[in-house]
């Protein structure tokens, strides 16, 4: 086990595996307990976490932007950007007051880089680096994906390697997590995200002129309408790349093949203006389905490929589902019946550690730490990337593998 006392105000020297290099960092001496703070403004949410080395969350603070964007109708980058610069500090500062701790009792800034919104991440890296220079303190970069990943460790045992299904606004990936820096990418979304869509006809069915869906994003907005549904069946979606015998989603066709459905209704019912369709919880209910049955085809057969090619033991069968689209418990609930037939454990964060957060970033940044990387001093170079893939990609090899899967039934609604 790592031992911060031993090493704590010792010059150390510490090669990490990838491009950054902690050269001679001296620990401050009053470092006893690895207390880590992490940023996330990736994307809409300007979030702070503290956490110490046990993992125990001392303080979060969390900024959502959510209803100034269900007002805009999407989310504007310019004005996210705004919103992280007003709430930056004080979001840092409530969540250093609530710790009782004093920023010496920090040992390292963690923060968000890539990928995101690239207006929101300069935000965060900018204050990082701020909080980190005035302070002496060392920073360690963050995926957000791989953050949404590690998460579910902090209250599981879960040891590497596990199968990890990463379902948000932004990305739809499914991936074998190896160790903290070692991800082997099996799938990803080849248009939009699955929340991406969520919201996009949430906000085209007009949930939010519904009281009761009107300060909730769009996502959790279906999932409600969806359980009123009274007949699920009442619309049928064709399985998305039904025919591609591979790992990667589409969400693009489900997405059309929806609004066609509303819009067909509306006209038949002589819509207008912010009225809703009459069969609104049954359309939810249908795509929720459609994105569950889409989302349980892929993961089967992932999971056939980590069997093939001996990248899970078979005594180590564990499905971690991460990201804000986790906390759907239909969607959850279906990769559940997966898990069951394939005696896999499936894990699935509490909902605030899903959604963004501050807390994944700083538990990302502890794993890193105990494993020495990634502890940079010299950060003047760090900067965001919008775009990053999670890890070494072993797409082609899922492609080549042409794996038939027997989709299992999904029983929700028998
Ligand atoms: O992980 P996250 O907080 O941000 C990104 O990294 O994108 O995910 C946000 C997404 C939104 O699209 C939101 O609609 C979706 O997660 N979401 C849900 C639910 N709660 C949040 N989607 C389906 N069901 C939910 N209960
Ligand atoms: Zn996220």
Not at 114 to 117: A, D, M, R, S
Not at 229 to 234: A, D, G, Q, V
């Given at each position: 086990m790592f031992n911060i006392n031993r090493i704590a105000g010792l010059n150390i020297a510490i090669a990490t595996k990838n491009r950054y290099l902690l050269q001679n960092i001296i620990l401050p001496k009053n470092v006893y307990s690895t207390n880590i703070l992490g940023i996330e403004t990736s994307c809409d949410d300007t979030a702070c976490a503290i956490i110490n080395d046990n993992g125990d969350i001392l303080s979060e603070t969390l900024y959502s932007q959510n209803l100034i964007h269900l007002r805009n109708g999407g989310i504007i980058p310019d004005v996210a950007q705004d919103l992280h610069r007003t709430y930056i500090e004080p979001v840092v500062a409530e969540t250093i007051k609530n710790s009782k701790l004093?920023?010496?009792?920090?040992a390292v800034i963690a923060v968000t880089v890539?990928?995101?919104?690239p207006l929101s991440l300069a935000v965060g890296l900018k204050y990082a680096k701020h909080l980190a220079r005035t302070y002496n303190k060392p920073i360690i970069p963050i995926h957000h994906m791989q953050a949404h990943a590690l998460i579910a460790r902090i209250n599981n045992n879960i040891s590497f390697p596990f199968l990890a299904l990463l379902i948000s606004g932004g990305h739809c990936l499914i991936a074998v997590v190896q160790d903290v820096n070692d991800f082997q990418l099996l799938g990803e979304s080849m248009d939009s995200a699955p929340g991406e869509v969520l919201d996009k006809v949430a906000r085209r069915m007009k949930l939010k002129n519904v009281s009761e869906y009107s300060k909730i994003c769009g996502g959790q907005a279906i999932e409600l309408a969806a359980s009123k549904?009274?007949?699920?069946?009442?619309f049928k979606f064709p399985l998305p790349l039904?025919?591609?015998?591979?790992?990667n989603f589409s969400f693009n066709g489900l997405k059309t093949s929806v609004l066609s459905k509303l819009y067909k209704k509306e006209k038949e019912h002589n819509i207008i203006a912010d009225a809703l369709i009459p069969e609104t919880n049954d359309l939810c209910a249908a795509m929720l389905t459609a994105i569950s049955k889409h989302l349980v085809h892929r993961t089967q057969r992932a999971m056939m490929f980590c069997q093939q090619n001996n990248l899970i033991p078979h005594y180590k069968k564990q499905l971690v589902v991460s990201g804000g689209?986790?906390?759907?418990n239909f969607i959850y609930n279906s990769l559940k019946m997966l898990c069951d037939q394939t005696e896999y454990s499936i894990y699935r964060p509490p909902p605030k550690l899903c959604t963004d957060n501050g807390v994944m970033i700083a538990w990302n940044a502890l794993e890193k730490w105990k494993k020495h990387l990634?502890?940079?001093?010299?950060?003047?170079?760090l900067d965001i990337e919008a775009n990053s893939p999670l890890?070494?990609?072993?797409i082609e090899n899922v492609i080549k593998a042409k794996i038939p899967i027997k989709v299992i039934k999904l029983t929700h609604n028998k």
């Open positions: 004093s920023i010496n009792n920090i890539k990928p995101g919104l549904s009274t007949n699920p069946f009442l039904a025919d591609y015998k591979d790992c689209v986790a906390c759907n990634d502890i940079i001093t010299n950060y003047n170079t890890g070494e990609s072993l």
